[in-house]
Nanobody, 114 residues
Framework: QVQFVESGGGLVQPGGSLRLSCVVTGGAFSPYAMAWYRQGPGKQRELVAHINSGGATAYVDSVKGRFTISRDNAKNTAYLQMNSLKPEDTAVYYC????????WGQGTQVTVSS
């Protein structure tokens, strides 16, 4: 069964940067569009960014110009580079396929605070 393992979160000051990684195991990676989601305290999970199999990307308005999604098909890994972080970016970040999603991983906590 496909599994998603997220890592790279942590505590960072406003304006700082983090790079999240998502390793996919137990299933195909390269044919699938991948996405990063986040769930902040008391909020519903939301789609943050996605990348299709050809590398085309899209972002929610609140992160445009600050976040960059990418993928390395040779490593079965998706990435989320997050720059100019804001307190409102604080959330648990998850990755998954957009279509044919698998079970959710544990996510990685990102906390933006001074």
């Amino acid at each position: 069964q496909v599994q998603f393992v997220e890592s790279g979160g942590g505590l960072v000051q406003p304006g700082g940067s983090l790079r999240l990684s998502c390793v996919v195991t137990g299933g195909a990676f390269s044919p699938y569009a991948m996405a990063w989601y986040r769930q902040g305290p008391g909020k519903q999970r939301e789609l943050v960014a996605h990348i299709n199999s050809g590398g085309a990307t899209a972002y929610v308005d609140s992160v445009k110009g600050r976040f960059t999604i990418s993928r390395d098909n040779a490593k079965n890994t998706a990435y989320l580079q997050m720059n100019s972080l804001k307190p409102e970016d604080t959330a648990v970040y998850y990755c998954n396929r957009i279509f044919s999603p698998g079970p959710w991983g544990q996510g990685t906590q990102v906390t933006v605070s001074s």
